[in-house]
């Protein structure tokens, strides 16, 4: 008998079909892919071994995979809002991400990027008449020598007041999101929305995961950024809000202490910084930005 209880015949026939499996895939051309391949069976025939998963329980999981599957549409991710709920999304950030020097932390992407948001000139508005205090934002994009970096693409997205992004509606409608780039002194500016938490979507099968654990589906209050220029790594990021309560127990593990800044709030009549007239209080934070050099083709990941 195995120390864990089990007979040594069961372990070693449990062994050897892992052991049969990881060959199967012997004959990969793609190295990289064999590797990947090779692991991923080490590791799940791992967790059946050691959870001794039963057939009830693998049943249940294929139908679980099989909703989240279901459910998912061009503009609902759910196998994403399943990685980001695990760690799995921050984790693989963390792996690609490595810190180097200052340059700005990154962290999860989520799921409701659009690829062709409006082009706005610096101090343009975002927020597309969404509801919501409005906020000016501004900053520069520099890299780890402190060198301003010019033209670089900044994108950037949020939610309402409501939590809600303007693809979860189904009327085409489209704020709280835009593109910009940054000026010969590497700076940015624009006017959005105060960031406001919000629920992660909660009524599929991640929602029913959530509450199975007892955990909460609500993100702290943030900001996306996207920022790309040639010869750098691209950033994705958030920037959250200092006081948040939140911060402690975002449901996809996206904060960072680096990325909570202090915002503003100014109150109505209070000049802003580019004269615009604003109906009632607005905020304001300031958020620089460090870009690490691109990665090096043959290097294993490392950066210049």
Not at 120 to 125: A, M, P, T, Y
Not at 171 to 179: E, T
Not at 296 to 303: C, E, K, P, Q, R
Request: proline fraction near 5%; aromatic fraction near 10%.
């Amino acid at each position: 008998m195995a120390a864990d209880g089990i007979a040594s015949e069961q372990t070693a026939r449990e062994e050897a079909l892992t052991a049969q499996v990881v060959a199967s895939f012997s004959g990969t051309e793609d190295a990289r892919l064999r590797f990947v391949l090779e692991r991923l069976v080490e590791h799940l025939h791992g967790f059946v071994r050691d959870v001794r998963l039963t057939e009830a329980e693998w049943n249940a999981a294929i139908a679980f995979l099989t909703r989240v599957g279901d459910i998912t549409t061009p503009v609902r991710q759910e196998f994403v809002l399943l990685s980001d709920v695990l760690g799995i999304s921050m984790q693989t950030v963390a792996v690609n991400n490595e810190a180097y020097r200052d340059a700005t932390e990154a962290t999860v992407f989520g799921p409701f990027f659009v690829g062709d948001a409006p082009r706005i000139e610096n101090g343009g508005d975002i927020g597309g008449g969404a509801a919501g205090e409005p906020a000016w934002v501004e900053g520069t994009v520099r890299d780890v020598d402190g060198r301003p970096v010019q033209n670089a693409r900044i994108e950037v997205w949020e939610a309402d007041e409501e939590g809600m992004y303007d693809v979860q509606h189904d009327d085409g409608r489209v704020y709280g999101r835009a593109q910009l780039s940054s000026d010969a002194d590497g700076g940015y500016r624009f006017w959005g929305l105060f960031p406001t938490p919000y629920p992660i979507p909660f009524d599929g099968p991640v929602g029913d995961l959530l509450r199975a654990a007892g955990r909460s589906p609500w993100r702290a209050s943030h900001l996306h950024f996207m920022v790309s220029a040639e010869g750098y790594r691209t950033l994705v990021t958030h920037i959250f809000v200092r006081g948040d309560e939140l911060l402690e127990r975002d449901s996809v593990f996206g904060v960072k202490e680096s990325l909570v800044h202090d915002w503003v709030h100014h109150p109505a009549g209070a000049p802003t910084p580019d004269g615009r007239e604003v109906d009632g209080g607005w905020a304001s934070t300031r958020f620089d930005i460090v870009l690490a050099p691109a990665r090096v083709a043959g290097d294993g990941g490392a950066v210049a």
